[in-house]
């Protein structure tokens, strides 16, 4: 298989497991010395990918002949060093920014905003192509570049773990649906507040109804002391293992993801989105663009905008045993439309972009 060197802002494992079916994968890190910092206060040692990317830096002007993906953040200065690799090698940009028109998301001096936006414009005509993960991002740069418009591809992201198989999806649906998922970043903008919300609605309204909430992050201390308080609430914490949340989503009926527009972020191409469609959930999701772009509204999945979720989730949990089979068909047609995203599908579409090169 031919070799592809990933280049990644951070951990770029997660999103490139369909490359992996048709290319042999090197995962490398474009910020050696704070991942070496990391290793060293967390692990008490350097990981050896850590090292691998800190000597790919100092080797960067003489590699030659090599295939490389670069996932990073538009704008960044850092560009400006590794964009040199285009001189002598085949790089390929990995992009799900959907906003290139709009401001830096960094919080560099203003000034310097402006100029690195130029200096973006001159070094991406020198790739051998763009790869976006949604049309929408791919619109967004052929708007601000559009001479790079030949060389954009969208190639989603890939649902690595197996679909529910028919006889679970039916056992899960023929009983009366009562499980709600939320599995994220614990977060003001990934919208726990209101998961939270909705769990101590429902704990009056229907108390047989459940709420599974799994993830970390700054709001953990809000959830372990809603959970004290409320039966109907579990907390798994932080599930790394794979069938543990392929096991909680083929268990749940609805995906809660309430996120809200924060300092510019919004919701982009949720994994957890086309993952939990694969096991026949029923995905509520607030009308971001991530989301908006995987689910057809009201026919595999429902879209809110943030103002109105939390109340059009309670209408939904009011009307829960009158829509039994409404919302059975909704996850049946989510299950159908997860299998774009497939490793097969996705694998096929990295296979054509690479044997290009």
């Known amino acids: 298989m031919k070799k592809v060197i990933v280049l990644h802002d951070f951990d770029g494992k997660p999103y490139f497991k369909a490359l992996e079916q048709v290319a042999d994968v090197v995962y490398l890190n474009t910020r050696p010395f704070r991942f ?16 691998n990317s800190f000597f790919f ?18 704008f960044n200065i850092r560009l400006l060093i590794y964009s040199f690799l285009c001189k002598h090698n085949r790089v390929l940009l990995h992009t799900s920014w959907h906003q290139w028109q709009g401001e830096v998301p960094f919080e560099y001096p203003k000034p310097l905003r402006g100029w690195l936006k130029r200096a973006w414009r001159h070094r991406l005509p020198r790739f051998s192509g763009i ?3 949604t049309d929408e991002t791919a619109r967004s740069v052929s708007q601000f570049l559009p001479e790079l418009t030949a060389r954009i591809v969208t190639i989603p992201h890939v649902v690595d773990i197996d679909p529910i198989n028919a006889d679970a999806f039916e056992k899960k649906w023929q009983q009366s649906p009562n499980r709600f998922l939320f599995t994220g970043r614990l977060t003001a903008a990934k919208g726990v507040g209101t998961c939270l919300e909705l769990a101590e609605y ?93 689910i057809t509204d009201g026919e595999d999945g429902l879209l ?39 490793m097969n599908v996705v694998a096929t579409m990295w296979s054509g972009l690479i044997n290009k090169f």
């Open 57 to 74: 830096l100092f080797k960067l002007p003489f590699i030659r002949q090599q295939t490389i993906l670069l996932g990073m953040a538009p």
């Open 304 to 342: 809110c905008r943030e103002e109105d979720f939390a109340g059009k989730a309670k209408q939904l949990i009011d009307g829960l045993s009158q829509n039994t089979l409404r919302h059975a068909r909704l996850a049946d047609k989510a299950l159908a439309a997860s299998r774009s995203y497939s």
């Open 36 to 51: 070496m910092l990391r290793d060293l206060l967390k692990y008490r040692r350097i990981q050896r990918e850590t090292l």
């Open 202 to 294: 429902a704990a009056t309204a229907d108390p047989e109804l459940e709420f599974h909430i799994a993830g970390r992050g700054e709001a953990e201390s809000q959830v372990t002391a809603y959970q004290r308080g409320l039966a109907n609430l579990h907390f798994h914490g932080f599930i790394s293992d794979r069938e543990q949340l392929k096991s909680l989503m083929a268990r749940s009926h609805f995906l809660l993801l309430p996120s809200r527009k924060i300092n510019g972020w919004e919701e982009l191409f949720g994994l957890v989105v086309i993952e939990a469609m694969s096991q026949g959930c029923v995905v509520i999701a607030s009308d971001h663009i991530g989301p908006r772009e995987i």
């Open 131 to 133: 790869v976006a993960v």
